[in-house]
């Protein structure tokens, strides 16, 4: 079993920078997929980018070259750095953690929510 708490969350203008955290209680974290994923009003969730247990990173292009995600087995903790954010970025982004060796993520968090807004 895993705990997520995000943190960070907030108002930002277009352009501006919001970085968020989780941080997961629970056995195992360095051996899982950890992901970030948002859903706006109306709209489906989405993947909006994940991190293997080898660190090797995927993201859709919608957020590509503008947001980046990285971890610390030592924290327990996966982070979400995002840039260059858009009023289309305004969601309520969730973290999640798959199960060990695999791509289900199968533990989410509370979500925290994001608006970019002028």
């Known amino acids: 079993q895993v705990h997520l708490v995000e943190s960070g969350g907030g108002l930002v203008q277009p352009g501006g920078s919001l970085s968020l955290s989780c941080r997961a209680v629970?056995?195992?974290?360095?051996?899982?997929?950890m992901g970030w994923f948002r859903q706006a009003p109306g709209k489906e969730r989405e993947l909006v980018a994940n991190?293997?247990?080898?660190?090797?990173?995927n993201y859709p292009d919608s957020v590509k070259g503008r947001f980046t995600i990285s971890r610390d087995n030592a924290k327990n903790t996966v982070y979400l750095q995002m840039n260059s954010l858009k009023p289309e970025d305004t969601a309520v982004y969730y973290c999640?953690?798959?199960?060990?060796?695999?791509?289900?993520?199968?533990?989410w968090g509370q979500g925290t929510q994001v608006t970019v807004s002028s």
């Open positions: 629970g056995s195992n974290f360095s051996f899982r997929t």
């Open positions: 999640a953690a798959a199960r060990p060796g695999t791509t289900f993520f199968a533990y």
């Open positions: 991190i293997a247990s080898d660190r090797i990173t």
